[in-house]
């Protein structure tokens, strides 16, 4: 039970022994704020800057009935309270139309921070300022960084200059307690030592407080709270979905290829079936969502013939027209396009063309996507899956169908996802699927599985493939079980491109998540692939690494729909992140523990393994946890443990036996 006690002014609720709310006059527990703000927007980074501020310190207190008024010079909040279930309690404040909102909580002393969405550069975000506005990620000036200067010059960003496609206002500490506001409001969260501030432009439809023992315990009561509904079909579990494009005979041909070679291949996603757009950033999509003719061919009966090898084809399609494109002539013509002020139709541009973008609030835009571009366009073909691209460039400043576009930025995303998933269960055979890149609460209801973005051709933190796990394990804490990567990255620019052996190193985390798809890069040509000669065998063994380790995955799926993350980072069962040795290491379920090499040319890595007995993978020997070692690491071989103990003991130590093939074939 929470206890809620006013004495002298001063204001305390306690729950399962947690101080979680302390008001006094000299330190309120709400702010009134209200902000004038201007965004300005390039290619899906959104800057915001205020240029005028009022802020209402609400210090008096009273109460009326179940009630709470806070007040000051005119202005006041309600606040009733509630204790939905044991341990958590939810806060209901009332506002005034027009005002945002500050709420205060008292911090413990060291304790670590998690959550808020995806964020790329460390898990503990205790000391940090959190934005709560969807954002493009990639920035072209870093990119740009990257490619003309030296290695050593380049700077790394700090957390504060990355921004997110699925912040979320959850957070949760080692503390025990998860913080969660109902709103879809910009804002930002300040997780300073002294306490904890979040802020937001509108009144929040509900504060959720929840103590707890352990964060698995805190993961299910959020999936009550925001249901997850995440899945991955069977076939995505049988091997590697390869990306590949180049048109019909390129990805028939390199797809039976490689299965020749002995590969598990569960898929080849062609990002390009609806054309390509060769841009000076390298080889984009024509965003055109029907079957490019010209490039793919015949394509209904290459994807029946893909299938009949066990190969399942998958596209990518995203909510934007581009301009010039047959379907954005039907949709301009249609009014189905979102628009500026003064009625002209409002272009995004994304490196260097633009696009019109589809209004997702209009019904019967809606179902244009669903029965034309969904229905009729994809799953007709037989197409099992696809990339749902983007989701958060909407700009605060267009004109919607119905609705506030400021107020609809963070959801936007949710939106899009929705709309897909629709079209999956109206119109599809049970056997489908897609993955999002954006998002925001709620996600987990309508996508299958989300992948962390467009991370650099690189081995850099900011960016590059390290920032996957700390993207993860903050999904994780956030309510998102079900995240994977591109293997491999997608930026890649100048001198910024992906050699064999980063890629086989992330193919190797790949491998180790729920499920293993590459990318090509925005310049496949000067990037290693899955199909090169030196790289095929590593796809062969690790494809057949990850199709068998489908059982244990299937639990890892089962457990997400309560919430349990299938990716955790290595203090998870710890309960605590001074227990975490590791940024970069993880469970991957319960029962395995992963430890991706980062550095290049490195061929042995350093191990802490968490408390427990553990088995290598590749070699059998035991080991008792905690234990710090150096643990052998060639190439194909990240150091991978199991729990002794676990039902799947049998399941692991057959994978030990499995190899590639030497490579036979000339590189193409």
């Known amino acids: ?92 404040p009332e506002g005034e139309e027009g005002w945002g909102y500050e709420f205060a909580l008292p911090a413990r002393e060291k304790e670590a921070v998690f959550g808020g969405g995806e964020q790329y550069r460390k898990v503990n975000l205790a000391g940090e300022d959190v934005v709560n506005f969807v954002s493009e990620h990639i920035k072209a000036k870093t990119v740009i960084e990257k490619a003309v200067l030296p290695r050593a010059f380049y700077r790394e960003k700090e957390h504060q200059e990355i921004g997110s496609y699925a912040p979320m206002p959850v957070f949760v500490t080692d503390g025990g307690l998860m913080v969660l506001f109902e709103t879809p409001a910009d804002g930002t969260s300040y997780l300073e030592k002294e306490g904890y501030r979040f802020g937001f432009d509108a009144c929040p439809e509900a504060i959720i407080l929840s103590q707890a023992e352990s964060f698995r315990e805190q993961a299910k009561r959020l999936a009550r709270i925001h249901p997850v509904r995440q899945y991955l079909p069977d076939w995505c579990l049988d091997g590697m979905i ?9 990805v028939v041909s390199t797809a039976f290829e490689l299965q020749d070679d002995g ?38 009966e290459a ?78 073909l037989g197409i099992s899956g696809w990339m749902a691209d983007f989701g958060e460039y909407l700009p605060t400043d267009c004109v919607l169908h119905d609705g506030d576009p400021a ?139 990850h199709a068998a380790l489908a059982p244990y995955l299937k639990k890892l799926l089962a457990d ?21 040795k590791d940024p970069y290491a993880y469970f991957l379920g319960d029962d395995l523990f992963v430890c991706p090499v980062i550095d290049e040319g490195k061929t042995t890595r350093r191990v802490r393994l968490p408390e427990g007995k553990w088995v290598g993978l590749w070699n059998g020997k035991v080991h008792y946890g905690p234990l710090s070692f150096t643990a052998q690491a060639p190439l194909g071989r990240v150091p991978v443990f199991y729990r002794e103990d676990s039902a799947f003991a049998e399941l692991f130590r057959g994978i030990a036996g499995i190899e590639g093939v030497p490579a036979s074939r000339k590189k193409k």
């Open 1 to 92: 039970m929470f206890k809620s006690e006013i004495i002298n002014a001063v204001w305390t609720v306690t729950l399962s022994g947690r101080e979680l709310v302390l008001h006094s006059p000299e330190k309120p527990f709400v702010t009134a704020v209200r902000q004038e703000k201007k965004y300005s927007a390039n290619r899906g980074t959104v800057k915001e800057k205020v240029v005028k501020e009022e802020n209402i310190p609400l210090t008096d207190l009273a109460q009326e009935g179940e009630a709470l008024i806070f007040s000051a010079y005119g202005h006041s909040l309600k606040l009733t309270l509630e204790e939905t279930e044991e341990g958590v309690l939810r806060m209901t």
């Open 560 to 580: 997400a729909k309560e919430g349990i993350p299938a990716m955790r980072p290595d203090f998870w069962e710890a309960g605590s992140f001074k227990a975490g």
């Open 303 to 380: 994807v029946a013939k893909l299938k009949e090898r066990g190969i399942r084809f998958l596209a990518y399609i995203n909510p934007y027209l581009v301009k010039g494109g047959r379907l954005y002539e039907e949709c301009a013509e249609k009014g189905y396009l979102i628009r500026r002020t003064d009625g002209s139709i409002y272009h995004i541009k994304s490196t260097t063309f633009d696009a019109g973008m589809l209004d997702l609030t209009d019904p019967e835009v809606v179902k244009y996507i669903k029965e034309t571009l969904i229905r009729d366009n994809i799953l007709a």
């Open 407 to 545: 107020k609809l930025h963070n959801v936007w995303p949710v939106l899009w996802a929705k709309v897909n998933r629709e079209a999956i269960e109206e119109f599809g055979t049970g056997d489908e699927m897609f993955f999002s890149r954006s998002g925001y609460l709620g996600i987990a209801e309508y996508a299958p599985i989300l992948w962390n973005g467009d991370q650099h051709t690189d081995r850099t933190k900011d960016y590059g493939m390290p920032c996957v796990m700390p993207a993860s394990f903050s999904l994780a804490f956030s309510g998102v079980p079900l995240v994977h990567a591109d293997i491999g990255g997608f930026f890649s620019f100048g001198k910024l491109r992906r050699d064999a052996e980063l890629f086989i190193r992330w193919m190797e985390m790949g491998t180790f998540s729920p499920m293993m798809r590459s990318h090509e890069a925005i310049r496949p040509w000067v990037n290693a692939q899955p199909y090169d000669i030196e790289v095929i065998p590593y796809t062969v063994m690790l494809s057949k690494v």
């Open 263 to 300: 590969a598990k291949i569960a898929g080849v996603w062609c990002q390009d079936w609806c054309g390509e757009n060769r841009t000076v950033m390298g080889k984009q999509v024509w965003w055109n969502w029907e079957a490019s003719e010209t490039l793919y061919p015949g394509l209904k």
């Open 242 to 250: 390869v990306g590949i494009q180049g048109g019909t005979e390129q």
